[in-house]
């Protein structure tokens, strides 16, 4: 009954709008009294917080749901809409207002924004983190503001007076000729980075090699049931290396 009717009833507007913190909690106390005491009205008690009852069933709960999350996913699906459906309606209304340049994580600020593009902006400022771009080309992404491959180099993390004018674009940091990431330049721009593997102490780290070639990764591979001595080709990418 809670699964099937009381939580379904909001789907449709947590869809489009960021409800409100006492909506959330007002519809989470119906949903409690509903499975605790059965009754609308007179005291009730809980035996379990709210929290445990969100938990999935393997671990102690009985799979309801927390509608803050629930909300927030549901708008992360307006958002994923939005990044892959350039050619709806839905997305150059928005876009020709919030974000001209057709990035949604670029959107600039307007007074009296509509409640559906708040709700929005407000998922897109807490997914913003979890999406990354797949590089292609590397034009659009911004070595400062993009999630761009390279786990946390972005933000922070760079050191700016290490960039010249021109190092705008990921382009800059990628050795076209040579299919290569610029390690030295990244070492140089990253506060923290360090280029050798801290597991085996290899000078360059790569991907397929972290992945692959240092010993650890050998010997969990191994112990895994792989056969790595049948396949020991050197590859340009690691991802040519897991699709083979």
């Known amino acids: 009954m809670i699964k099937a009717v009381l939580q379904s009833i909001p789907t449709y507007a947590m869809s489009i709008f960021l409800a409100p913190i006492g909506v959330l909690k007002e519809i989470q106390t119906k949903l409690s009294r509903g499975w605790w005491s059965g009754k609308e009205r007179g005291k009730f008690w809980s035996m379990l917080s709210w929290r445990t009852l969100c938990q999935p069933k393997g671990m102690g ?25 350039k050619e709806s309606l839905y997305f150059k209304v928005l876009s020709s207002k919030y974000f001209p340049d057709g990035n949604i994580f670029n959107a600039k600020k307007v007074n009296r924004a509509s409640f559906t593009w708040s709700s929005i902006a407000a998922a897109v400022d807490l997914l913003k983190n979890s999406f990354g771009w797949q590089i292609g080309n590397d034009e659009p992404i911004k070595i400062r503001k993009d999630n761009w491959g390279l786990e946390g180099l972005n933000g922070s993390t760079i050191i700016p007076n290490m960039l010249s ?80």
């Not at 709960?61 to 459906?85: K, Y």
């Not at 050795?175 to 330049?185: G, I, L, T």
């Not at 780290?205 to 056969?227: M, P, Q, Y």
């Open 165 to 244: 004018s021109g190092d705008v674009s990921v382009k800059n940091l990628w050795k076209e000729h040579d299919r290569s990431w610029n390690v030295e330049k990244i070492a140089s721009i990253r506060s923290d980075f360090n280029e050798s593997c801290p597991r085996c102490g290899v000078n360059a780290e790569s991907l397929i090699h972290a992945l692959r070639d240092c010993t650890i990764s050998r010997k969990v591979l191994t112990i895994g049931g792989w056969d790595l001595n049948s396949n020991e080709k050197q590859y340009d990418r690691c991802i040519d290396w897991m699709e083979e």
């Open 61 to 85: 709960g009985i799979g309801l749901r927390n509608m803050r999350l629930f909300n927030i996913a549901l708008l992360g699906r307006q958002v994923w809409r939005l990044i892959n459906n």
